[in-house]
Each structure stands twice: as C-alpha cells, then as structure tokens.
C-alpha cells in the first residue's frame, strides 16, 4: 500500500461526504467535514479502509448531522448594547458630569487668580478635556482672548513704531508702556473671565455630554 492509494481512498470518501453534506448548515457540515477529515489525515491505506468502514456511508452520517443539528435548542440569542451607551445604573465618567465641565470653565477663567498662569492651565485642561461644549466653542473660550491680545500688541507695536519716527522721543521702544500693561490687564481681567461666560451660557440646556 503505498501513500498515493491512502491519499485516494481519503479524497474519494470525503468527496462523497461533500456531496452528502451540502444541504447541512454551514456550521455543521464545515465541523463534520473537519473532524472526519483530520480522523483520515496521517494513516496509512490499511488504516485509511479500516476508520471509513467504521464510519459507514457518508449519506448516513450527513442524515445522523441533520437530525441532531434540529433536535438541538437554538442558541440564545445575545443583544450588545451599544459602546456609547453606559451600562444601566453606571455612573458616567468623570469628564462627562456637568459639575466638571462647570469646574472646568471657572478655573479657565478665575483660577489664574488663584494660582498665576497655572490656574488658567488647569482650567483650560479641564474644559478640553468635557464633552459638554463643542470642539469650536471651547476654542472660543480658550484661544480668543489670546487672538486679541496679540491683536492689540500688533496694534501696540505699530503706533509705538509711527510715534518713534514721527518726533524724537527717546524713550527705550523696547520698554513696555500704559497702553501695553492696559492690554494685558485687558486681557486678564475682561477677556479671559469672559470666555468662562461664554462656556457657561453654552452649557444651559445640556444634561447630557454631547457625542
């Protein structure tokens, strides 16, 4: 008996067990068809007659499949809620309660009070970090008084440059003036408080963190 005829008896018997099995389910007929292939893998053409004559004709197993593929109980079924939405009686995230978006928005605009420069940090880490605003409102809140101050420096800097070469004022350009400390007191005291306003006049209405 040589490899070529064991190889022939199992491409025969499993042929035939294709052609029973086509009716099946796919999930059975693919199990079946894989358990009795691997049984025939690796034997020898005497092993091989031996193991499909214990397992009959392929009709019958096909028929043997069916019946206990129907008389088996349907598989629950398992309904997946959906990612975005918490499990009931969860309690959301911290980023997503309105008492930290409403943290957030005082710190940006008072905590710089409090703790120079790394008040407002805070604040503003706080406030990207909510899902309570849209990306373009907490821009507003955050970069625009920013954007106006930069403004009014430009402006600033402009007017110091036409007053320099207009009369012989020998003041250091370089030293900042009144107009330059009311610009950043400007920007401190108005600007930046207003962008918690802002923040918070968006934020009525909204119970729930926007998606």
Same mark, same amino acid.
């Given at each position: ?6 190889? /022939?008896? $199992? ?23 894989? &358990? ?7 034997? %020898? ?50 980023? %997503? ?13 008072? &905590? ?46 402009? #007017?110091?440059? #036409? ?5 012989? %004022?020998?003041? /250091? ?6 107009? %330059? ?17 802002? #923040? #918070?006049?968006?934020? $009525? ?7």
């Amino acid at each position: 008996m040589t490899e070529t005829e064991a190889q /022939n008896l $199992r491409d025969d018997y499993l042929n035939r067990l294709d052609a029973a099995i086509a009716e099946l389910p796919w999930r059975v007929a693919n199990e079946l068809r894989s &358990g009795i292939a691997e049984e025939l893998d690796g034997l %020898d053409a005497t092993a091989v007659r031996e193991r499909i004559a214990q397992l009959g004709d392929p009709v019958r197993i096909a028929e043997a499949a069916g019946d206990e593929a129907a008389s088996a109980p349907p598989a629950p079924i398992i309904v997946v809620a959906p990612a975005s939405l918490p499990a009931f009686g969860a309690k959301p995230a911290m980023v %997503d309660t309105k008492w930290f978006a409403i943290v957030g928005a005082l710190a940006l605009g008072f &905590g710089g009070f409090l703790f120079p420069i790394g008040g407002w940090v805070i604040g503003a880490a706080l406030v990207t970090s909510s899902r309570f605003w849209r990306r373009w409102e907490k821009a507003v809140a955050v970069l625009l008084p920013f954007v106006a101050w930069a403004l009014m420096f430009l402006l600033s800097g402009l #007017l110091r440059a #036409l007053s320099v070469w207009s009369t012989s %004022d020998s003041r /250091n350009p370089l030293l900042p003036t009144a107009y %330059d400390l009311a610009n950043v007191a400007f920007v401190l005291m108005i600007l930046i408080p207003a962008g918690t306003l802002w #923040l #918070l006049w968006r934020l $009525r209405g909204r119970d729930a963190p926007l998606r």
